[in-house]
């Protein structure tokens, strides 16, 4: 389904903090990095020119899905 270009902003926003946290979390990027990722900010149109609108797109983490499926909790 396609989606307003809004949307996918804010998705890649939840997308590229998930891949730093995973990363930093291997060791394969610095913590500071994946700590310092803040919420997503794009300009609107409002009343008299434009306004920023902010949105945190910090990713909830989620047990993995094979143990679910199996009937058992990590």
Same mark, same amino acid.
């Given at each position: 389904m396609?989606? =307003? &270009? #809004? /949307?996918?902003? &804010?998705m890649a926003s939840a997308i590229t903090q998930a891949v730093l946290r995973r990363l930093a979390d291997?060791? *394969? +990027?610095? #913590? +500071?990095l994946a700590d310092a990722a803040g919420p997503y900010v794009r =300009?609107?149109? #409002?009343?008299? @020119?434009? +306004? $920023?609108t902010r949105t945190d797109t910090r990713? /909830?983490? *989620? %047990? %993995?899905?094979? %143990? $679910?499926l199996r @009937?058992? &909790?990590p």
């Open positions: 396609n989606q =307003p &270009t #809004a /949307a996918l902003g &804010t291997e060791g *394969r +990027a610095p #913590a +500071a =300009p609107v149109r #409002a009343e008299g @020119g434009w +306004a $920023l990713p /909830a983490e *989620r %047990p %993995p899905i094979g %143990p $679910l @009937g058992r &909790t």
